[in-house]
């Protein structure tokens, strides 16, 4: 079903969240930069391009650009800081 939906792209469907779109390849030979792109023509407007690439007997690896990746660090740090009152 990936990408048989013109309204959903991807590979992986979650509900409420439609921020990042996720392309996942399985494969013994990798064509990171086709995948890549593919990846970010599925994304649109401020969607986020994210690719999960694995093979048989490895774990899955995910690659997103640096730019989102630091946003995301930053927003985990912001919510670990403690609460306080102005």
Known sequence: ??????????????????????????????????????????????????LHITRNNSPILTTMRLEAYMNLRKTIIDLEKPWRLA
Do not use: R
């Not at 939906?5 to 996942?24: L, R």
């Not at 013994?28 to 401020?46: C, N, P, R």
């Open 1 to 50: 079903m990936s990408g048989a939906m013109s309204h959903f792209k991807g590979d992986i469907w979650k509900p409420n969240d439609y921020g990042w779109v996720d392309e996942v390849k399985c494969q013994e030979t990798v064509k990171f930069w086709a995948w890549w792109a593919q990846a970010e023509a599925q994304a649109s407007g401020v969607q986020e391009p994210l």
